[in-house]
């Protein structure tokens, strides 16, 4: 493996595949491929890349089956997982996130380049150099909009985590995509089990 790390592409797209393949070659990234759901979690297993740039719709086996296996297994469940997908519908985004994956994009709606960037931002948290600041806040629960947002992550109406009841949290990291200004990516998080939802 090079100094800046292995990705793994899964997805079955080949016009998809080469686009990432030479931006992340470009980039000075060894990068593997796969064109289906079996042969990318063989892979990951094999190979364990710094991390897995996956499409949710494969054949063989789906991207949620291949996220199930790696974050089943002691030799693949801290790669870093980016979810790349056409579906972006919120049941999905959170069915992923649940699961454990680590971010979540809906292809066309970012450029090569700004996924690039967030490869590089989640290989330099996860990797040996110092982590990127996070930050928990609580979640104000007189908010208009908390009844509904409670609704649609499936929490209780007071804030709690359904796992084990404890109050849940608003967590920011830092966005590496996005220009302009200081922007966060955000997850709510159980404050005790830290199950993401």
Known sequence: MNGKGTVLIIEDQEGFRDI???????EGYEVLTAEDGLKGWELSKSMKPTLVLLDLGLPKM????VLQKMRSDEATKSIPVIIFSVMGEHKDIQKAMSMGANDYTVKGFYTPRQILSKIKGLIDQTGPRESSTTYKIGVNPLQWDLPILLSELGLTADNRCRHCGAETVM??????????????????????CEKAF
């Open 20 to 26: 990432y393949e030479d931006v992340l070659v470009n």
């Open 62 to 65: 789906d991207g949620f089956e």
């Open 171 to 192: 967590e920011l990291s830092a966005d590496y995509v996005r220009d302009g200004g200081h922007w966060f990516s955000a997850r709510l998080i159980c404050s005790k």
